[in-house]
């Protein structure tokens, strides 16, 4: 059930106490992916995982409109890139579960799409959890899944989910341009410490990753698997004594 096209009798209806909340970011994913990925990819985990979780238990979860603009200061040297601070940001979380749990969803999961997002996540829902009328837990959807292909960043992986899910989005044209940008890895490590903040200090193009090695193929699985990892923590917080 997406909460944005729902009615307020529908939503008063709806007997379960669980919500999803899509969040993700407004940022370069290079030369061939749209600034909106991270967004579109955790909408479509969301609405994935939702549906297993329907079709394993009858329970219909409202899934709440995505948070689209995220923490993303360290791909502002590319243009469109839009960010807010961790404090802005965990806020406008916090709030936006606050009003859910007003409503009786008060077990929320938030579907993270941005690797920047997560430490502002898990501490926030820890906030939640603690101290308001609600239980709340963050599920990056690539953190959940095994796959041989190394995440990057516009690369292989995001790439994939996103072909299967709006192949019209991906600029096909601009996927061999993107591997010619590319770095290989995320960032400058020494003594397991990153020398670089910001993105463009280790990717001349924005990304991270072979993009050229991406299929739809692949993307369907990415989906099938995330979904599933979905409905499994759905389960779990239904069902866990708070």
């Not at 096209?5 to 999803?20: G, H, R």
């Not at 469109?80 to 749990?101: I, K, N, Q």
């Not at 990304?207 to 759905?234: C, F, I, K, M, W």
Request: overall charge negative; some cysteine.
């Amino acid at each position: 059930m997406q909460l944005s096209e729902a009615t307020w009798p529908e939503i008063e209806d709806c007997e379960s106490d669980l919500a999803v909340l899509p969040v993700g970011s407004t940022e370069q994913h290079g030369p061939h992916a749209p600034l909106g990925t991270d967004a579109k990819t955790a909408a479509a985990v969301a609405e994935a995982g939702v549906e297993t979780y329907r079709e394993r238990t009858g329970e219909d979860v409202p899934v709440a409109p995505t948070i689209p603009v995220g923490i993303a200061a360290e791909h502002r040297a590319f243009d469109g890139t839009l960010w807010v601070s961790p404090e802005t940001f965990r806020a406008y979380v916090r709030e936006t579960v606050a009003s859910l749990a007003h409503h009786g969803f008060d077990r929320v999961v938030i579907v993270n799409g941005h690797g920047g997002n997560t430490d502002a996540l898990r501490e926030v829902t820890g906030t939640i959890s603690r101290e308001d009328d609600a239980y709340a837990v963050a599920f990056t959807w690539f953190d959940s899944i095994d796959t041989d292909e190394a995440m990057g960043h516009a690369g292989p992986v995001e790439t994939s989910l996103l072909s299967h899910i709006d192949d019209e989005a991906i600029h096909e044209d601009k996927i061999a341009a993107a591997r010619e940008g590319a770095s290989e890895g995320w960032g400058e490590w020494v003594a397991g410490v990153n020398l670089a903040h910001d993105s463009d200090e280790f990717t001349d193009n924005g990304v991270v990753g072979d993009p050229t090695t991406a299929t739809a193929e692949l993307g369907e699985q990415l989906l099938a698997r995330s979904g599933e990892a979905l409905a499994d923590l759905l389960d779990a917080v239904d069902n866990r004594e708070n």
